[in-house]
């Protein structure tokens, strides 16, 4: 049987060896680690790398990605440290939940000591208006027709069950759709997307299904909703950058424990 995580740790271990990085953090985003895989659901490895602090001071500058694999059952690329921490002071919501993955494959004390710096510059309003456009692109695309693949109904639930969460409680959302459902929620609503989510879990992920009349109603009418909140929000991204500056000098430095 494939041993998919030591492959994963392998390829990781491959990756620093050959790019000559320092891999901080990788965790497993998307379905996987939102808890509503498919059986050939594959695996999106997210990693954060740092190198030799004299790379970053080369006129000609360096790519702050690495590509490695993309095929049916790994896709695995990563951030330079420093777009993270751009990212992050930005309130890149895609970012934020890479960190808090419950699925990790390496982590450390100086990524632990990064993401607590992080965490200050986390933005509601950015957030929420991240959310609320992955929700509509999704409900526009993917969920007009009369048959639709249910996959693509929690990529537009999860995302508005997450707005709402930052709405109301001012912080990122839990990752795992569970956690996100334990917000209140009309009980008919809650037996639909089990009824969904149960064919989906046994499904092919393209196979199309008749369209969920409660689920979609639910979905046109939160996006109508969310939107006119996310209109109001007030600014609220910090825009100092001196923490920041900090946490990246102490991690070229090795002055963080690993």
Known sequence: MRNIEKEIEEKLKEIERKEKVRILFAAESGSRAWGFASPDSDYDVRFIYVRPAEDYLRLEGIRDVIEWQLDEVLDINGWDLKKALVQ????N??????AVSPIVYRT???WEHIYETAKEYFSVKTAVHHYLGTANNT????????KVRYKKYFYAIRPLLAARYIEENRCPAPILFEDLMKQELPENLRTEIAHVQKVKMVSDEKELHPQNPQIQKFIASELERQKEIADSLSKDRKEDWEKLNQVFLETLGGKIEE
Not at 88 to 91: A, L, M
Not at 93 to 98: D, I
Not at 139 to 146: E, N
């Open 88 to 91: 992050f002071q930005k309130g």
């Open 93 to 98: 919501a895609t970012l934020f939940e890479w």
């Open 108 to 110: 450390c004390k100086a």
């Open 139 to 146: 409900y526009m695309q993917y969920l007009q027709g009369d």
